[in-house]
């Protein structure tokens, strides 16, 4: 039932991957506004200890790991160790990614597979590791952050439109497989914003800067904080019966055919 304490996380374990930073690194502090407990993992001690320090800022007392989320064994270890050092994790948000823009004849098999194994199989591992311990507790939300990419093609990102694709894809096979045990299962799509990875898009001589800009109705660029709302809501006993739904936040690009030259 619907009551003010609906988006309320206080209690919560929330663990977000790949969040020293960007879009993770806002997610997490939305989930701790509205009381969880934040864990996150990264792929070196020098990114957790910036990740760290970044909380620290925030007042945020947050739990930082160094694990690979394309290795198995690291993240079930990890997972191990928060529920022994914090708890059980409740909030398990797929966010760490990577990109590669290469014109897909001139990318390797090797390149591809690279951004497959972060974008894609990292989440797979990721939410293996979590749905036993969320099964038993017949309680769960995991959020894969997706993209446009998961909808749109464009040139030089063949690699991570079909991991988001597939991202996309296995959002909705972990919603039919546990919805049972009471796991909401969604995505979130960020649009285009204002993030390292999307930094070489955004210098002021780069074409595509004003490119999207004109396909954003918004008529701007998103920043992290633009995702904090969202998160927090698919986070929240507020989305209890939200599963398989991936919510774009990109300011209205996928509604917009783009304004005429
Ligand atoms: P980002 O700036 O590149 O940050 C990604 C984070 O994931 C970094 O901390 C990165 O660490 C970490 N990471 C990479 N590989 C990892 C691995 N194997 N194990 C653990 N951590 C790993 O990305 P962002 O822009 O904040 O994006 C976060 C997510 O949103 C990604 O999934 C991205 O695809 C998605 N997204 C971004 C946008 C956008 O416009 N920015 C739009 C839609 C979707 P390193 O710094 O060491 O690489
Ligand atoms: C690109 C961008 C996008 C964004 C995002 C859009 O090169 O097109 O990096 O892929 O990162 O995924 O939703």
């Given at each position: 039932?619907?009551?003010?304490?609906?988006?309320?996380?206080?209690?919560?374990?929330?663990?977000?991957?790949?969040?020293?930073?960007?879009?993770?690194?806002?997610?997490?502090?939305?989930?701790?506004?509205?009381?969880?407990?934040?864990?996150?993992?990264?792929?070196?001690?020098?990114?957790?200890?910036?990740?760290?320090?970044?909380?620290?800022?925030?007042?945020?007392?947050?739990?930082?790991?160094?694990?690979?989320?394309?290795?198995?064994?690291?993240?079930?270890?990890?997972?191990?160790?928060?529920?022994?050092?914090?708890?059980?994790?409740?909030?398990?948000?797929?966010?760490?990614?990577?990109?590669?823009?290469?014109?897909?004849?001139?990318?390797?098999?090797?390149?591809?597979?690279?951004?497959?194994?972060?974008?894609?199989?990292?989440?797979?591992?990721?939410?293996?590791?979590?749905?036993?311990?969320?099964?038993?507790?017949?309680?769960?939300?995991?959020?894969?952050?997706?993209?446009?990419?998961?909808?749109?093609?464009?040139?030089?990102?063949?690699?991570?439109?079909?991991?988001?694709?597939?991202?996309?894809?296995?959002?909705?096979?972990i919603a039919s497989e546990y919805g049972e045990y009471?796991?909401?299962?969604?995505?979130?799509?960020?649009?285009?914003?204002?993030?390292?990875?999307?930094?070489?898009?955004?210098?002021?001589?780069?074409?595509?800067?004003?490119?999207?800009?004109?396909?954003?109705?918004?008529?701007?660029?998103?920043?992290?904080?633009d995702l904090m709302g969202p998160a927090v809501f698919?986070?929240?006993?507020?989305?209890?019966?939200?599963?398989?739904?991936?919510?774009?936040?990109?300011?209205?690009?996928?509604?917009?055919?783009?304004?005429?030259?």
């Amino acid at each position: 039932m619907f009551t003010e304490n609906s988006f309320d996380l206080t209690g919560k374990v929330a663990l977000v991957t790949g969040a020293s930073y960007g879009i993770g690194f806002a997610m997490a502090k939305g989930f701790s506004k509205y009381g969880a407990k934040i864990v996150f993992n990264d792929i070196n001690q020098d990114l957790v200890d910036k990740g760290m320090a970044s909380y620290k800022e925030e007042g945020i007392e947050a739990y930082g790991y160094v694990a690979n989320v394309t290795d198995e064994a690291q993240m079930k270890e990890l997972v191990e160790k928060v529920e022994k050092e914090v708890g059980p994790i409740d909030i398990l948000v797929n966010n760490a990614g990577i990109i590669k823009r290469i014109p897909m004849h001139e990318m390797s098999a090797d390149e591809f597979r690279q951004v497959i194994d972060v974008d894609l199989n990292g989440p797979f591992i990721c939410a293996k590791a979590v749905l036993p311990s969320m099964m038993k507790r017949r309680s769960g939300k995991i959020i894969n952050i997706c993209s446009m990419m998961s909808e749109l093609g464009r040139e030089t990102v063949s690699a991570y439109a079909a991991a988001k694709g597939g991202l996309k894809m296995l959002t909705r096979n972990i919603a039919s497989e546990y919805g049972e045990y009471n796991i909401q299962c969604n995505g979130i799509g960020p649009g285009y914003i204002e993030t390292p990875q999307t930094a070489p898009l955004r210098t002021p001589e780069h074409p595509f800067n004003k490119f999207i800009i004109s396909k954003t109705p918004a008529a701007r660029w998103g920043i992290p904080d633009d995702l904090m709302g969202p998160a927090v809501f698919l986070a929240s006993s507020a989305s209890d019966f939200i599963n398989g739904h991936v919510l774009y936040v990109d300011g209205g690009i996928l509604a917009y055919i783009g304004k005429q030259p």
